[in-house]
Nanobody, 120 residues
Framework: QVQLVESGGGLVQPGGSLRLSCAAS????????MGWYRQAPGKQRELFAT???????YYKDSVKGRFTVSRDNAKNTVFLQMNSLKPEDTAVYYC??????????????WGQGTQVTVSS
């Protein structure tokens, strides 16, 4: 039984900042990596950032220099700091996790998503 919950979404003006979090709960043995995806209206869901258990990070060019991912391994939580937000950042933001559950094989889990709207 694993659950991922995103939080921190909302309405922000262009140039503003927002901090999202994704907390994983359940009988987790180990989290190998966590990723951030977003899906804008009429577009496909896209991966834009990842962080491994060793805190190695990846960022898509569109968010480099503006978004930063970090994690708290003790709390099984990943954070996304978003700065200099643009209207094109408007989307539903999802987190996922590649993890190992106690007494089960590793697999990927998804959160339900949190809406981020950047508008004046």
């Amino acid at each position: 039984q694993v659950q991922l919950v995103e939080s921190g979404g909302g309405l922000v003006q262009p140039g503003g900042s927002l901090r999202l979090s994704c907390a994983a709960s359940g009988s987790i043995f180990s989290i190998y990596a966590m990723g951030w995806y977003r899906q804008a209206p009429g577009k496909q869901r896209e991966l834009f950032a990842t962080i491994t258990s060793g805190s190695s990070t990846y960022y898509k060019d569109s968010v480099k220099g503006r978004f930063t991912v970090s994690r708290d391994n003790a709390k099984n939580t990943v954070f996304l700091q978003m700065n200099s937000l643009k209207p094109e950042d408007t989307a539903v933001y999802y987190c996922n996790a590649d993890l190992k559950v106690v007494a089960a094989k590793p697999q990927t889990y998804w959160g339900q998503g949190t809406q981020v709207t950047v508008s004046s």
